[in-house]
């Protein structure tokens, strides 16, 4: 699939073509001062959101090409961060510079990725799932910041939520087109803002939030440094998504034991398509052969067409 079209008008976000998810409506305050928070953290996150614009797995994702599998994975992490960020702004909901930016109706994701989680991994998903290393790394600190220095927990929230609602629906829609979900939302709860109906006006109500928070200019500039510190975090779970793609891939080519432990068809993996399509005819012949051989099945199959072989070659030269 090169590329994927769809939109939000309520969004004002657009549409993902070639990789590139492209918005038609980029939001412009003509009243923002340079000295607002909202500015600042745009300003001071521009290089490293095009860094994680530019992962790979990013842009895998935006082109479809996402195994159900790292998906899943993708959702636990997500569960894992939205579950510490979410219980640590709970904690310090009276604080005054987070009660401003409290809107658990509205925003709060955790629910909805337990749902997700749920319909990925079944009725006892919570013994089945861990955190990830990358993962656990993120938690950690928002934890600490919520414990020590809850003022920063603003500078995670702001990644997070911006984030998902400027380009939520889109990736919804990639998703369960990608990996066939179900049009009625599960497996994709987490991309759905149930009681946002307008996502542009809601980002501007959190940004004059953001913005009428009394701070001094050292707090913000703590603010900006640990937004990109947040995105750094996402991004180091990207790579570890993009890894653990490449693990599944291989094992695939392997025929290894993580593929047996893989439900469905795995040859319907984008990453298993797009491997098979770069490595030609010839290589996705040697590796259907190799996978035959190393199966008993396929080893009593070869045998049996040998000896049938063998047997009309000598009838026909009797
Ligand atoms: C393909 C990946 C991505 C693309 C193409 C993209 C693009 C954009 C664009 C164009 C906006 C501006 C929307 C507007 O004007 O309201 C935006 C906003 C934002 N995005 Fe992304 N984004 C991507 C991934 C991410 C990721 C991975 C994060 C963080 C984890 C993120 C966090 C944010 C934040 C915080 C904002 C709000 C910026 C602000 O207005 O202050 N984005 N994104």
Known sequence: MSS???EDSATGT???NDGRLVYKDKEVNENARPEDLSEMLAAGTKDVHDKAENTQFVKDFLRGRICKEV??????????TYTAMEEE?????EHPHIAPLYFPSELHRHEALARDVEYFYGGNWKSQITCSTATQRYVDRIRELGRDDPVLLVAHAYTRYMGDLSGGQV???VAQRALKLPPTGEGVHFYQFDTIHNAKAFKQLYRSRMNELELDAETKERLVKEAVKAFNFNIEVFQELEELGKTIEEDVLDGGPVHGDIQGDISKCPYYAAKMAASGGSA?????????LRNPTGQVLLAVWIAALAGLTAWFFM
Request: proline content about 0%.
């Open 89 to 93: 702004m709970e904690r310090n909901r």
């Open 4 to 6: 994927v079209k769809t």
């Open 71 to 80: 998906f899943k994975f993708g959702a636990v992490a997500l569960y894992y």
């Open 284 to 292: 996705y012949a040697c590796q259907m052969a190799m996978s035959v």
């Open 14 to 16: 657009g549409v993902v």
């Open 171 to 173: 990736l919804k829609k």
